[in-house]
């Protein structure tokens, strides 16, 4: 019989390192700066932190999130803890890693709405900046660049981890951590086959899915118009199929689905039962099940709010 310690991991206490991108304190630093500056934005309003509301479990408690000009992005805002865990990011996995990731919501015309030239002009315009960027890049000519700033913004992003959940006790070793419906819920969620999908590390966001896989959960969770991973790869076979969901912290970013339409944790165990399992999951079975991912919950990061350099009078100003 398959047990928990071969199918999951624990959640670590320190960052991983991201390839040919060292953390040092000074580009975290910069990093904690840009992902909370309004000013990365054209309207000098949106933040990266606006929609990855980091006391809201990361993401923004919204359907789809409100962009430039309070135009509606197209799918509901995955979070950013343990982000750093999947195989790729966004829910199509266009982005490899979270570098790449960073400097797509500050150029989409419906997210942050600045071209990528002006996105070093902005941060070359804030004297403090220039010194910022110099310390976390030292030896470079000219560090104050976009991918510079995704660079900056990906490690900091990658220490925004959640450890020592119950579940991860559990897996250390600590029987007691898990109450009898939860680790009765463990083993529903092994027997039933959701562990196919929902597994390793981040119990999640190792693979892509076709959602939908043995019944339609309908048009209003699955609009025919969003073609999930195909519009990316372009293979038939990758139509409505999307990046798994990490379960972490899963009590914590309702709405559930890349529509965001769920509100309920319970509803969206029992559409994926009849979606993805091909199962109609009794009361019973949901009751543990969402017990179960309720000791998924781990010790949420503190981060105190930087305090950012000022705008000067030759700062570029922000655009309606």
Request: charged share 20%.
């Amino acid at each position: 019989m398959v047990t928990a310690r071969e199918l999951f991991k624990v959640i670590p206490d320190t960052a991983p390192d991201l390839p040919g991108n060292a953390a040092t304190p000074e580009k975290v630093a910069l990093g904690k700066m840009l992902f909370f500056d309004p000013r990365l934005a054209a309207s000098h309003a949106i933040s990266c932190s606006s929609c990855h509301n980091l006391g809201l479990g990361g993401t923004d408690n919204e359907e789809t999130s409100i962009g430039h000009r309070w135009q509606r992005g197209g799918r509901n805002a995955p979070t950013v803890l343990n982000a750093v865990f999947n195989t790729a990011q966004f829910w199509d996995g266009r982005a490899a890693d979270l570098e790449a990731q960073a400097g797509g919501p500050m150029v989409n015309p419906v997210e942050m709405a600045s071209p990528e030239v002006h996105v070093p002009e902005q941060l070359r315009g804030i004297p403090g900046y220039r010194d910022a960027f110099a310390r976390a890049f030292p030896g470079e000519a000219d560090p104050v660049t976009l991918a510079n700033a995704q660079k900056a913004i990906a490690v900091f992003e990658a220490g925004l981890l959640t450890p020592d959940a119950p579940f991860d006790r559990y897996l250390k070793g600590d029987a007691a951590a898990l109450s009898a419906e939860q680790k009765a819920g463990l083993s529903v969620f092994i027997d039933k086959g959701c562990i196919r999908c929902h597994n390793g590390i981040n119990i999640g966001g190792a693979m892509y899915a076709k959602f939908g896989v043995f019944a339609s959960p309908g048009a209003t969770l699955l609009p025919p118009g969003d073609k999930g991973r195909y519009t990316v790869t372009r293979t038939d076979g990758d139509q409505y199929s999307f990046k798994v969901p990490t379960l972490r912290n899963i009590t914590l970013t309702a709405p559930y689905f890349h529509t965001g339409t769920v509100w309920d944790l319970r509803e969206a165990v029992a559409v994926m039962g009849d979606a993805q399992l091909g199962s109609k999951l009794s009361e019973p079975e949901i009751d543990t099940l969402t017990a179960f991912m309720g000791s998924l919950t781990g010790k949420q990061p503190e981060v105190t709010m930087p305090i950012l350099p000022p705008s000067v009078a030759t700062t570029p100003r922000p655009k309606p």
